[in-house]
Each structure stands twice: as C-alpha cells, then as structure tokens.
C-alpha cells in the first residue's frame, strides 16, 4: 500500500518567502507528526496532530512556523518570512492511533533550502 | 525533558569485523527504536524494543534494552559493505507525551572493504 508521501521533494526560496509543505499520511491514520532534520542531525519533533487538531504544537521554533490538517488527512506546514536556519530536511510521519502501541511511518521527506 | 545521547557518533569499520552502537537516555520511556538513514532518504525502522531484556536480531544487527540502565545497543555482527549508512536510536516520550519521538544525533557508519 501507499506510504506516507510528501511534495515536493525539495523547494529552494530565497530568504524573506513563504513557503508550504505538504504531507499525505497513510490512509486512516488519525496521528500525525512533523519533524525537523538539521544537517548532520536527528530529527526533532515539531507537531502532533490527532485528528484535525494540533494536540502539541511544542516543537515549533517560533510564530512564523504553523500547521493544518483541516479535514483530518493532509497536512500543511507553513512557514513564513523564511530565514537561512530554516534550512533542513521537513519529515512527516503517520500513525494509525495515538501512543506507544502505534508505529510511526515516516515519508521521503521535503528538503528546504532557503538561500 | 528526555535527552538522547548515542556514541559513538562516527563509525569505520573493516569488513568481517564486530561492533557495537550505545545509546543512552534520560528518562523512563515505553518504547526505544532503532532506524536506519541512507544519504537523501528517509528513516527506515529497523528494532523497536519495548520492555526490559528485550532482544531482537535482524540479519547481522542485533538490538537489545536495558531499561534498568536506560541504555540500548545496537551490535553489528561481520559488517558487510551494504551495512553503510547513519543509524539512529529514538525514544518515546514518558508520561504526558507518549506519542513524541526524541531521537539520537545518529552514528554515521561506514564499512570499508
């Protein structure tokens, strides 16, 4: 079956844009996660979404990154006014439930490049 | 708030030869992975451990749990070539937050002929 897809692949803007990154969980997976790959580093979570909602927005760095999954599949990680430490590999994973019983799935991932 | 610490960061190896990757966290967790990163792709799970004693083997990797000592090991067996890759361990978060995986900065193995 499908896995977890993400688009694009890569996207390179410059410093100052807005960009949006999009995930496609596995179908009926409820749970929903964004993490953040820094070169030569593991990922770090960003957000769960359970649902529609964002149950933990915690890992977000700061006001200009935002989420939404509005009708409970996809995803959209938003950030604005990007900057050059934005730069990172964005992964998205799903999982059928929420907790410890249920494996997280993750995608290709989307590598930013903000220049 | 759980930290991962895994060592040894940057690996050689020669062919045929053993060895083993440490990872060690702060904190009581449900559940400790093992993934495995190639260069530009995304993380491919390997292990999940769940309880004390807990030992799983796949091919020549060998994952084992200590929750008593919060260390996990992740022993390679006769490395071949093919085994090359960045291998990360990954935490559950404990209680109020057991749906967040915290992750190692990764062991960067390369097996050489």
């Known amino acids: 079956g499908a896995g977890v897809s993400q688009t694009p692949s890569n996207k390179v803007t410059e410093k100052g844009k807005y960009v949006e990154l999009r995930c496609d969980p596995i179908?009926?997976?409820?749970?929903l996660y964004w993490y953040r790959q820094s070169l030569g580093q593991g990922p770090e979570f960003l957000i769960y979404?359970?649902?529609?909602?964002?149950?933990?927005d915690s890992g977000l760095p700061n006001d200009r990154f935002f989420a939404v999954r509005p009708e409970g599949s996809v995803s959209t990680l938003k950030i604005q006014r990007t900057e050059r430490g934005d730069s990172a590999v964005y992964l998205c994973?799903?999982?059928?439930?929420?907790?410890?019983?249920?494996?997280?799935?993750f995608g290709p991932g989307t590598r930013l490049t903000v220049t | 708030e759980l930290k991962v610490e895994q060592n040894p960061l940057f690996l050689s190896m020669q062919e045929g030869k053993n060895y083993t990757i440490y990872c060690n966290y702060s904190?009581?967790?449900?559940?400790l992975y093992w993934y495995r990163q190639d260069p530009g792709k995304s993380l491919e799970s390997l292990f999940v451990?769940?309880?004390?004693?807990a030992v799983k083997q796949e091919g020549r990797l060998m994952a084992s749990l200590d929750t008593k000592a919060r260390l996990s090991t992740l022993h390679i067996t006769a490395a071949v070539h093919d085994l090359s890759a960045t291998y990360f361990c990954?935490?559950?978060?404990?209680?109020?937050?057991?749906?967040?995986?915290?992750f190692g900065k990764g062991t960067l193995l390369t097996v050489n002929p």
């Open positions: 179908s009926g997976h409820t749970a």
């Open positions: 990954a935490v559950l978060g404990g209680r109020g937050s057991n749906y967040k995986l915290t």
């Open positions: 451990l769940l309880s004390n004693g």
């Open positions: 979404f359970q649902g529609t909602g964002a149950a933990d």
């Open positions: 904190t009581t967790s449900d559940r």
């Open positions: 994973a799903s999982s059928l439930g929420q907790g410890p019983y249920y494996e997280q799935y």
